[in-house]
């Protein structure tokens, strides 16, 4: 059995599009629906016969973004939504009889965004840690949506990482190093030949984490089509390689009326369980996690705390090193003295990101921005305007 998926970004209007026959009719033919930049409003609700549909529009007063998945109800049983990360990260867990899928349903606003500007967050670096989270033995993490992120052909993966065998025999015993297999990695290909700041972060992530990009690799997409009709926006789908074969007919549909980019779906081989605790309507979606930042005015109470286990942090330090096991025990031994004293000074949970609004126009200018500056910037301003598509 197969899941067929959809991944797309349908841009403005999706609660009136929904109502158009032919957007009904193209939507029915999969299974999983993952609709992004849908500019939702919290008050948003959504209800397709034959689907259960959950809403994750943008809070605040920040126009845009929004995400909106559909689960056909014959799937529902084995599908919970697991986490969420404002608008921008849903994760779905798909329940297999080997393998769990966690499909990350992603939206990156563009770079230029004021929302990077309200909200201090590092959009790439809560990507890297929710993969890294999920990724083990009885998941398999598949990332998807719009990441706004033009990257060309760059590698996603560490060129000539492998090891000389000289090198590879005096290690052996020490660590268990595992090469980057970029040598038997399919060449990616891709239309767009450009690269923005946000498609370097995206392979620096995926370097990072292992997800390789599947557009432009497989037979169905030789060519790396454009999965978009503007300046912005980019549509992948992201998997580690050696789980590649789950992924099967990888289509990007053509381009239509309904958003200036187009459809991306694939086929997710599906084996599910034979019981399961169905998704409730209701279930709370996780929206805490955990913020780690020095408090410089708790620096000496940590040091405090510190000298206390001082003896024990040496033990482990001059204990013998006989091999990768014992360095293991080592680091994870002294990884966790650390923790335990200053997570108490250093480690906050974080139940939601509050905005914190702006006051433009009332603040001062810094001594430096001059009038010379100001009109520089307003001819800036007006190039960019000029030279943005029509």
């Known amino acids: 059995m197969d899941l067929k998926v959809l991944s797309w970004n349908v841009g403005k209007g999706v609660i009136s599009k929904l109502q158009n026959i032919d957007f009904q009719l193209f939507l029915s033919e999969y299974d999983i629906i993952c609709l992004s930049e849908c500019w939702l409003q919290e008050e948003s609700k959504v209800d397709r016969p034959g689907y259960c549909v959950k809403c994750f529009p943008r809070t605040g007063d920040i126009k845009g973004g929004g995400i909106l998945i559909g689960i056909k109800l014959e799937f529902i049983a084995n599908c919970t939504i697991i986490e969420q990360f404002q608008d921008c990260f849903v994760c779905l867990k798909i329940g297999q009889t080997v393998r769990n899928y966690i499909l990350i349903i992603c939206y990156f606003p563009p770079i230029s965004s004021i929302y990077y500007n309200k909200y201090n967050i590092d959009i790439f670096y809560s990507f890297e840690q929710l993969v890294c989270k999920y990724q083990n033995p009885d998941n398999i993490v598949i990332a998807t949506g719009d990441f706004n992120s033009r990257t060309s052909t760059l590698n996603d993966f560490i060129k000539h990482d ?19 297999i970029g040598d038997i990695l399919e060449i990616r290909r891709n239309l767009d030949n450009t690269v923005n700041q946000f498609g370097r972060n995206l392979i620096s992530c995926c370097k990072t984490t292992g997800l390789r ?97 001082n003896t024990c942090m040496l033990g482990v330090c001059e204990s013998h090193i006989r091999d990768q096991e014992s360095i293991d025990q080592c680091v994870e031994r002294f990884s966790e003295i650390v923790t335990n004293i200053t997570s108490p000074f250093c480690v906050k ?42």
């Open 213 to 309: 990009i599947i557009n432009g690799r497989v037979e169905s997409d030789r060519e790396g089509q454009f999965t978009f009709n503007s300046s912005k926006g980019c549509i992948y789908v992201l998997i580690e390689h050696c789980y590649f074969d789950s992924i099967c007919n990888f289509q990007t549909g053509i381009f239509n009326e309904f958003s200036d980019h187009a459809p991306l779906s694939f086929d997710l081989q599906y084996k599910p369980h034979l019981r399961s605790e169905q998704v409730e309507e209701n279930s709370p979606v996780v929206k805490s996690f955990k913020s780690i930042k020095w408090d410089e005015a708790k620096s000496d109470q940590i040091r405090l705390e510190l000298s206390k286990v």
């Open 162 to 180: 492998k090891l000389c065998k000289k090198s590879q025999e005096i290690i052996q015993n020490l660590i268990e190093y595992v090469p980057d």
């Open 349 to 390: 949970n974080i139940k939601s990101v509050k905005a914190r609004h702006r006051k433009h126009g009332n603040q001062p200018d810094k001594p430096w921005f001059d009038d010379l500056c100001k009109q520089k910037y307003r001819n800036y301003k007006k190039a960019m305007h000029d030279f943005k598509p029509k």
